[in-house]
């Protein structure tokens, strides 16, 4: 008998606030370097839409940070999986600029989110540790990574695994990228659980990238010379083109060494749950995937997406993915015993993650 880590409940939560692209009609984008981009609002609008697919994107309440969305998450999955909040051994918090008030600019990261979530569950029990994991967009897949390795070294029964971000707070309204942007929060129970047979997490594969990719995103300066908050640096800031060319040239390499490491082939797969950015972006990253494997086309139903109406939600987009459709919520999509299903990711650092689960 082995022990093997294996996912017992799940929740996530969507903000109200539907942002459709026609609000961003009032906004003046620049180029990097403060000049004219030469097109309308209403052009840059448009070829947005054409290249990421998303059509509107949620945003959190004035009155809401990232801990916020990420207890109600954590509520949800502690409810569905029916266990005692207090048995715990761990809560890991995936996030990337910590709790943002409303129409301010400084990150609150002490005390942890992971902390304040535990406060907000009112836990009492002392042996549950609660500490926060940055790792850019694949943060929620790296703290799956990790809660799996305390679970199969014994060091943990159950761990509550949390991605939650309001990506909203730290948008420059004059980068035109900001668009993609949103909030949002996700999080799963992992119970480990002694098996004859492989099941639950059956491999992970992870790789980071420094030498040239490092800076690809960062916080930095307004694009608006003028903008009055100019000195600032803290708003989210990419390459688009450069992170495209390093996804599509990486991210299908790392989930073909994934699917080899649990001993599966391609045709294993069910579906694979992946970090949405950029609808053409993931798309490309299908196809070359089953290139790789000398497939043709990928099933229309094989990778989920929710980009359309959620945009970017970061760490929370995977678990929220998940939870749909583990909960239905999701048309045309479910899981069923013995299904494999990969999870990946892949963002800032330039780090790209994941890991293959059986059902």
């Not at 093997?4 to 009609?25: R, T």
């Not at 909030?183 to 990238?209: F, K, M, N, Q, Y």
């Not at 010379?225 to 991210?251: A, C, H, L, T, W």
């Not at 070359?288 to 990928?298: N, T």
Request: aromatic share 8%; with cysteine.
């Amino acid at each position: 008998m082995s022990i093997y880590s294996k996912i017992i409940g799940s929740g996530s939560y969507i903000p109200e606030i539907k942002v459709a692209n026609k609000e961003f009609l009032k906004n003046t984008f620049y180029n990097a370097d403060g000049s004219s981009n030469g097109a309308t609002t209403h052009e840059v609008i448009e070829k947005f839409y054409n290249i990421t697919g998303i059509e509107e994107r949620r945003y959190a309440r004035e009155d809401q940070k990232a801990s916020d969305l990420a207890f109600i998450a954590a509520s949800r999955a502690i409810e569905s999986s029916g266990i005692d909040k207090e048995s715990l051994d761990y809560i890991l918090v995936a996030h990337n600029f910590g709790d943002v008030s409303a129409n301010t600019v400084a990150p609150q990261l002490m005390p942890s989110l992971a902390a304040r979530v535990k406060h907000l569950l009112k836990i009492e029990n002392p042996k549950t540790i609660a500490y926060d994991i940055l790792f850019g967009c694949p943060g929620w897949v790296q703290a799956m990574i990790q809660a799996n390795y305390f679970i199969k070294s014994g060091d943990a029964k159950r761990v509550l695994v949390i991605g939650s971000e309001t990506l909203s707070r730290v948008c420059d309204p004059h980068d035109r990228d900001s668009m993609i942007y949103a909030d949002g929060a996700g999080a799963t129970i992992l119970e480990g659980v002694e098996s004859d047979t492989p099941t639950g997490i059956l491999s992970h594969s992870v790789r980071t990238d420094t030498l040239n990719e490092a800076y690809l995103l960062w916080s930095g300066a307004s694009h608006n010379p003028e903008f009055q908050n100019r000195d600032r640096d803290f708003y989210i800031k990419m390459q688009g083109n450069k992170i495209y060319q390093y996804v599509i040239s990486n991210v299908p390499q790392l989930v073909k060494e994934c699917i080899e490491k649990a001993g599966l082939g391609l045709k294993d797969i069910k579906k694979i749950l992946i970090h949405q950015a950029n609808e053409k972006m993931d798309e490309a990253v299908a196809k070359r995937l089953f290139r790789l494997y000398g497939e043709g086309d990928v099933p229309n139903n094989m990778m989920p997406m929710i980009i359309k109406k959620m945009g970017n939600n970061s760490v929370a987009t995977v678990p929220i993915l998940y939870d749909m459709i583990a909960k239905g919520k999701l048309e045309g999509h479910n899981f069923t015993k013995g299904d494999h299903v990969v999870f990946a990711s892949v963002g800032a650092g330039m780090s790209i993650n994941a890991f293959v689960y059986q059902f």
